[in-house]
């Protein structure tokens, strides 16, 4: 059986989005446990040149969505980038997990050679094959910012393990 853009795709975005929405609702149960200014996690950055955990729930987010439209010609939704709770955050990971299912397979199977040009970086742009493009860029983009998301959640003492980042829930 051939595997095809939808499947890995679609399921890859919604189980790692969904195990990002289960580690903030650990982070959001830490800071009422332990009674501090969840800004604390919010604004932190692993280093001064880094982005803040916000920014990565964003960019975990629109690496999913963004890989979608792009190739399937769908239009998604753009959010502002206000949020700023972590209750927010996970409002951000709801909404692109909403908008996610109403993406057909249809809409991306058979792309896998379709050009897709994206933004790299503040004034470039890439282009590359569809199944490129998920493989090798939106994939990749979104694990990295997911990854930094629970390393940061770690460093500032959530209690997570790696079978809430790789089970979320489930684990």
């Known amino acids: 059986?051939?595997?095809?853009?939808?499947?890995?795709?679609?399921?890859?975005?919604?189980?790692?989005?969904?195990?990002?929405?289960?580690?903030?609702?650990?982070?959001?149960?830490?800071?009422?446990?332990?009674?501090?200014?969840?800004?604390?996690?919010?604004?932190?950055?692993?280093?001064?040149?880094?982005?803040?955990?916000?920014?990565?729930?964003?960019?975990?987010?629109?690496?999913?969505?963004?890989?979608?439209?792009?190739?399937?010609?769908?239009?998604?939704?753009?959010?502002?980038?206000?949020?700023?709770?972590?209750?927010?955050?996970?409002g951000r990971i709801d909404?692109?997990?909403?908008?996610?299912?109403?993406?057909?397979p249809a809409a991306l199977d058979g792309l896998e050679d379709k050009q897709v040009t994206f933004p790299s970086g503040k004034t470039a742009t890439r282009t590359m094959r569809g199944e490129d493009y998920l493989k090798n860029w939106a994939l990749p983009n979104m694990f990295f910012h997911i990854t930094t998301a629970y390393a940061i959640l770690r460093h500032n003492g959530v209690v997570i393990g790696k079978n809430e980042f790789l089970m979320g829930a489930g684990s």
């Not at 580690?23 to 692993?46: H, M, P, W």
């Not at 964003?58 to 206000?82: H, Q, W």
Request: net charge neutral; aromatic share 8%.
């Open 95 to 104: 909404k692109t997990l909403a908008w996610l299912k109403t993406v057909p």
């Open 1 to 90: 059986m051939t595997i095809s853009l939808s499947s890995a795709s679609l399921p890859v975005f919604a189980k790692f989005l969904g195990n990002l929405r289960h580690l903030l609702t650990k982070a959001q149960a830490d800071v009422q446990a332990r009674g501090y200014d969840e800004q604390a996690l919010v604004q932190f950055r692993l280093a001064p040149d880094m982005l803040p955990f916000k920014t990565q729930i964003y960019i975990a987010c629109d690496a999913g969505k963004l890989c979608a439209a792009r190739i399937s010609g769908m239009e998604a939704p753009v959010f502002e980038n206000t949020e700023n709770t972590l209750e927010e955050l996970v």
